[in-house]
């Protein structure tokens, strides 16, 4: 080689540049690149991104035969490169083409070609993917021999094998996953996601309409009120009782006795006869595991109950699904009125609002761990009834009473403060 003519070295040269950029691009684009987008490529079909798969599949191997290569390349053009200096400089070269290298292969062999492949990991490593893969076929034995003595010096560190971790990913590196990398998916449909893994955290009590807000039949009262109550119903499907709401006995959708109703024919033996055995729920049931419960048994409204029996509220399937998609129903209309707010940034609140809902919808940060209603939260605070306009704060909210009825907060006023 040192008698060779300087044009063949320095065309030796550059080869040897470029294949070490190769390498060095090759090794960050295939750790660069995106798993999750990698299996969609590879499910679809795509060659090249199942040959990266197969190399990030067993790790070891896809570093040692780049760094096999990358060290190769790199020692031959250094050499390369030393030959040339001396001819042209004599012994005096050596230095030279040491400190040119180390500016060569630094700026054209590692930063640039890393760089790009950080920007654009796919465009760079599903091709070297072609190259490496039976570059990796041919040269296995010394890459098996590399393995054998890196695995030595790493077990007494506690590893014992050179594999891939598993990609998976918990709830909440999910949830930031859909937040944050969803520039694909519109935002109403990322949003949709996060409420979906969020709902396992909310229970049927956050939810529900509570038992004092329950709309429905008392066979107890006069026949002509009960058509009146159906006739102005804005609810398809109503509980029916008997006396007391403890006293259920059932579910009545409307449109069974809508023909009767609409012709003057209903009477009371009609009525009863269209009732429904009541289905219960137990009072803290995970709203992942509600929503199977409905879709199992083919229902679409339950009555929550305590460990004693007594009715608490009553939920829906319009509920859960209001929770994942947002409300789209009739009674979901009635409750953008819960919350109205005021010229001066406060808002009024009805006492009987979800905590949940308020969190969710305006970004606040009322406690959820005891009360589910704004109305529970202040008295939970209080620890006694409120005496007229009564003032508290609870986190970073202000919370005023503005009305009471009946022992029970109907109006408060928020401020969020810092």
Same mark, same amino acid.
């Given at each position: 080689?040192?008698?060779?003519?300087?044009?063949?070295?320095?065309? +030796? !040269? @550059?080869?040897?540049? &470029?294949?070490?950029?190769?390498?060095? #691009?090759?090794?960050?684009?295939?750790?660069?690149?995106?798993?999750?987008?990698?299996?969609? %490529?590879?499910?679809?079909?795509?060659?090249?991104?199942?040959?990266?798969?197969?190399?990030?599949?067993?790790?070891?191997?896809?570093?040692?035969?780049? !760094?096999?290569?990358?060290?190769?390349?790199?020692?031959?053009?250094?050499?390369?490169?030393?030959?040339?200096?001396?001819?042209? +400089?004599?012994?005096?070269?050596?230095?030279?083409?040491?400190?040119?290298?180390?500016?060569?292969?630094?700026?054209?062999?590692?930063?640039?070609?890393?760089?790009?492949?950080?920007?654009?990991?796919?465009?760079?490593?599903?091709p070297a993917?072609?190259?490496?893969? =039976?570059?990796?076929?041919?040269?296995? =034995?010394?890459?098996?021999?590399?393995?054998?003595?890196?695995?030595?010096?790493?077990? =007494?560190?506690?590893? %014992?094998?050179?594999?891939?971790?598993?990609?998976?990913?918990?709830?909440?590196?999910?949830?930031?996953?859909?937040?944050?990398?969803?520039? %694909?998916?519109?935002?109403?449909?990322?949003?949709?996601?996060?409420?979906? +893994?969020?709902?396992?955290?909310?229970?049927?009590?956050? /939810?529900?309409? =509570?038992?004092?807000?329950?709309?429905?039949?008392?066979?107890?009262?006069?026949?002509?009120?009960?058509?009146?109550?159906?006739?102005?119903?804005?609810?398809?499907?109503?509980?029916?009782?008997?006396?007391?709401?403890?006293?259920?006995?059932?579910?009545?959708?409307?449109?069974?006795?809508?023909?009767?109703?609409?012709?003057?024919?209903?009477?009371?033996?009609?009525?009863?006869?269209?009732?429904?055995?009541?289905y219960f729920?137990?009072?803290?049931?995970?709203?992942?595991?509600?929503?199977?419960?409905?879709?199992?048994?083919?229902?679409? !409204? #339950?009555?929550?109950?305590?460990?004693?029996?007594?009715? *608490? @509220?009553?939920?829906?399937?319009?509920?859960?699904?209001?929770?994942? /998609?947002?409300?789209?129903?009739?009674?979901?209309?009635?409750?953008?009125?819960?919350?109205?707010?005021?010229?001066?940034?406060?808002?009024? &609140?009805? @006492?009987?609002?979800?905590?949940?809902? !308020?969190?969710?919808?305006?970004?606040?940060?009322?406690?959820?761990?005891?009360?589910?209603?704004?109305?529970?939260?202040? +008295?939970?605070?209080?620890?006694?009834?409120?005496?007229?306009?009564?003032?508290?704060? $609870?986190?970073? %909210?202000?919370?005023?009473?503005?009305?009471m009825v009946?022992?029970? $907060?109907?109006?408060?006023?928020?401020? *969020?403060?810092?």
């Amino acid at each position: 080689m040192t008698d060779a003519p300087l044009p063949v070295l320095f065309s +030796l !040269l @550059g080869v040897l540049i &470029v294949l070490s950029a190769f390498f060095s #691009g090759s090794e960050t684009g295939l750790v660069a690149l995106n798993r999750y987008r990698l299996r969609h %490529h590879a499910k679809n079909g795509l060659h090249g991104a199942r040959l990266a798969q197969r190399l990030l599949a067993k790790p070891d191997r896809m570093f040692g035969i780049i !760094l096999l290569g990358n060290n190769l390349v790199n020692i031959m053009a250094a050499s390369v490169a030393t030959v040339i200096a001396i001819q042209a +400089l004599g012994e005096s070269g050596i230095w030279v083409s040491t400190l040119a290298m180390t500016v060569v292969i630094l700026i054209f062999a590692e930063v640039a070609p890393k760089t790009l492949a950080a920007l654009n990991p796919e465009r760079v490593a599903y091709p070297a993917s072609y190259v490496l893969t =039976p570059l990796l076929k041919v040269l296995y =034995p010394v890459v098996w021999l590399i393995n054998l003595a890196a695995a030595a010096l790493l077990r =007494p560190f506690g590893v %014992h094998k050179l594999t891939n971790a598993q990609d998976s990913i918990s709830r909440e590196e999910l949830r930031t996953l859909v937040k944050e990398g969803g520039r %694909h998916i519109s935002l109403d449909h990322r949003q949709m996601l996060i409420n979906i +893994l969020d709902l396992e955290h909310g229970t049927v009590d956050d /939810v529900m309409v =509570p038992r004092q807000d329950i709309v429905g039949i008392d066979l107890e009262v006069e026949w002509d009120e009960i058509l009146q109550s159906l006739e102005t119903s804005i609810y398809t499907r109503m509980p029916v009782w008997r006396g007391d709401l403890d006293e259920m006995i059932g579910l009545l959708h409307i449109r069974s006795v809508l023909p009767g109703l609409t012709q003057g024919r209903l009477d009371r033996t009609t009525l009863e006869r269209a009732i429904r055995s009541p289905y219960f729920v137990p009072e803290g049931t995970p709203l992942t595991q509600q929503l199977l419960e409905f879709q199992t048994r083919e229902r679409r !409204l #339950g009555l929550v109950v305590d460990e004693y029996g007594d009715i *608490q @509220g009553l939920i829906t399937l319009d509920d859960i699904l209001e929770e994942i /998609v947002g409300e789209f129903t009739t009674e979901g209309s009635t409750r953008q009125r819960l919350v109205r707010k005021l010229d001066n940034g406060d808002w009024i &609140v009805d @006492g009987a609002a979800s905590l949940r809902m !308020l969190n969710r919808r305006y970004d606040w940060q009322l406690p959820t761990s005891g009360a589910k209603t704004l109305n529970g939260l202040v +008295l939970e605070h209080l620890e006694s009834l409120p005496d007229g306009r009564t003032c508290l704060r $609870i986190g970073k %909210h202000i919370l005023t009473i503005v009305d009471m009825v009946d022992k029970r $907060i109907r109006k408060v006023q928020v401020r *969020q403060v810092s």
